[in-house]
């Protein structure tokens, strides 16, 4: 087992053709994942290294059975291209784009939600590994191996390295949910699907400044999650009113500050690293017991 | 992107949000010929993006266009909470009979929006929602169906507005929301919109944010920019195309990834704890690929800051390999070498991950004595903090 995504899964990359969507087409193949079907408009009837490229997704999904949408079109085109893999009823829609004006995400949100029937993972986040079984995104997959902690992170580097800090333990899932204001799954989202999963023991949760997540999920966790969980939250030396690289990291006044958020992670029995490498040894300490 | 009163204020006519009429100068000169213009009494306004403007004596009444020069000389170069005012609002002086509050902001909890209303306006809305939470009403607005007329002319009488003054207020509501859509913006608010005494319904003052990732689709938000405002290296960055902010401390930081760049300057600044306060100098994030052409960009940048003493390389190798971060390292050094660049502070280099010994290796072969390798991140940031201290501490 595993969340969101397993050896089922079958995946349509939207902007195939394009530079990126190539090149992590040819990397997600590389590490095992069934790439089914790509989606440019237009360009219907090509193929990338003989995957099938369809000019819409309601046909590639009819045609090919793809049940996960992998994002990289520009900017621009984000929304639609999530509304059109809404309309087919694709289950899960990754968006690794970067740079969505934060009005299309709310929309493209609001719009999923409506219909019931797609779960969005990002905008601009790295995507899902299982590792061994799929992955849909850009996480690398040689990092590590198959195991039993759960991952979730606002940031791919970060991600990257707790996944290489615990290689020799190994991840069930690990899930980027992107660092934009808006993101269509949260870190609750996640430690409730972890939580269900009989093959996760452990959750390591990575959290950064901006908004209120992580308050949000250490109070959930207090209610809702048995598992042990490993917290690590970054920015507790970024300056007031300034957006640290991803759009939704920035503190506003008083409020969304690494303190606050490490704190309310305490108090609902979190254990949180002072550093990823503190987070690792913690998380290590729960698996092995030493 | 925050703006300043008189920019938003000038989107708000450009979407039919009705305002006081005024004009922005930077001279007491051209307060006194907007005040000649305007006719009648004026108030003379100091932009800066920060609130408390009138306690700090940045607003003031003038009866007259001599006047009006008068007290913009009073406020122009007037320090309100460490911004110096350069600019000034010169409107006209509305008969003011109530002042209330509305304003729409994204909600980032429930991912969407949220539209505020309250008859106490004129005050920190902060304070209201703090002492009088009934005060304040709050709704929820849709992504998709916007603030209709319906939800809006329900606010109003929510919050209690007088009757006649709630089609008015409903219609600036809805307005707002037009802002926001049509400007992409993240945070619209009137404080205070004003009843007049001859009956108008007005925006006196005006905040709007703007998102940043939408200015690809609004060619006039470039002019928008505040240069005035802007850390000269931070506007450098900027034309790089860097993703670059300016901080307080004496370690150079170049990372991939933002949250690895955080978690970078907060191992620094612990790290620093034991040399005498050492702290990160910037954040710079190039990207998860890490290329030797961004590398070579961000390491100028960084190596020409005066208050950097050292530098903390800190990559890990994910999409890119480390034999390929380590040879843009040492391609970074000699383009900088090939533009004349003077290189003399050390550079702590911390490169992890995929491939990472043969990107070490690359490294040592290299043999620059200022790069020096250092296994993990948190030694690599004890080891930084204790270069920039010197062997006297900080």
Known sequence: MSIWLDSKSRILVQGMTGSEGTKHTRRMVASGAEVVAGVTPGKGGTAVDGIPVFGDVATAVEQTGANVCVVFVPPRFAKAAVQESVNAQVPLCVVITEGVPVHDTAAFFQYAQNSGSTRIIGPNCPGIISPGLSNAGIIPADITGRGRIGLVSKSGTLTYQMMYELRDIGFSTCVGIGGDPIIGTTHIDCLDAFEADPETDAIVMIGEIGGDAEERAAAHIAAHINKPVVGYIAGFTAPEGKTMGHAGAIVSGSSGTATAKAEALEAAGVRVGKTPSEAARLMRTIITGS | ?394
């Open chain 2, 1 to 394: 992107m925050d703006l300043y009163e008189y920019q938003a204020k000038h989107l708000f006519d450009v979407h039919n949000v009705a305002v006081t009429p005024g004009e922005v100068c930077t001279t007491a000169e051209q307060a006194r010929e907007i005040a000649r213009k305007i006719g009648g009494p004026v108030v003379v306004k100091a932009q800066v993006k920060t609130g408390g403007r009138g306690k700090a004596g940045g607003v003031k009444l003038a009866a007259d266009p001599d006047e009006a020069a008068e007290r913009a000389r009073d406020i122009l170069g007037l320090d309100i909470k460490g911004h110096v005012v350069s600019r000034l609002l010169v409107t006209e002086a509305a008969d003011i009979a109530e002042e209330y509050y509305i304003s729409i902001l994204l909600d980032r909890s429930n991912r969407s929006f949220l539209a505020m209303a309250s008859v106490e306006g004129g005050v920190e809305i902060e304070e209201v929602a703090a002492t009088r939470p009934e005060a304040l009403i709050r709704e929820r607005v849709d992504a998709i169906d916007g603030m209709t007329m319906e939800l809006a002319q329900r606010m109003v009488v929510a919050a209690k507005f007088p009757v006649a003054v709630q089609q008015a207020t409903a219609e600036i509501l809805v307005g707002l929301w037009r802002v926001m859509t049509a400007e992409d913006a993240t945070l619209v608010e009137v404080n205070p919109l004003v009843l007049t005494t001859d009956g108008r319904v007005l925006a006196l003052d005006g905040k709007v944010t703007l998102d940043g990732n939408a200015h690809y689709r609004h060619e006039h938000h470039a002019d928008l920019v505040d240069r005035e405002g802007i850390d000269p290296i931070e506007l450098r960055a900027g034309e790089l195309d860097l993703n670059y902010v300016k901080l307080d401390g004496e370690v150079g930081i170049i990372g991939n990834g933002a949250g690895l760049v955080m978690s970078t300057l907060d191992v620094v600044a612990y790290a620093g704890e034991e040399f005498g306060g050492v702290r990160p100098a910037n954040f710079l994030d190039i990207g998860g690929g890490a290329s030797a052409a961004v590398m070579s960009n961000g390491l100028d940048i960084v190596l020409n800051d005066p208050d950097v003493r050292a530098v903390f390389v800190n990559v890990f190798g994910g999409i890119t390999s480390c034999d390929a971060v380590a040879n843009g390292i040492v391609a970074a050094m000699g383009e900088l070498a090939a533009r004349g660049a003077q290189v003399s502070k050390p550079i702590v280099c911390r490169i992890d991950g995929n491939n990472a010994e043969e990107g070490r290796r690359i490294l040592t072969d290299f043999g620059d004595e200022l790069v020096e390798l250092v296994d993990t991140m948190d030694d690599a940031a004890r080891r930084v903090a204790q270069l920039a201290a010197g062997p006297e501490g900080k």
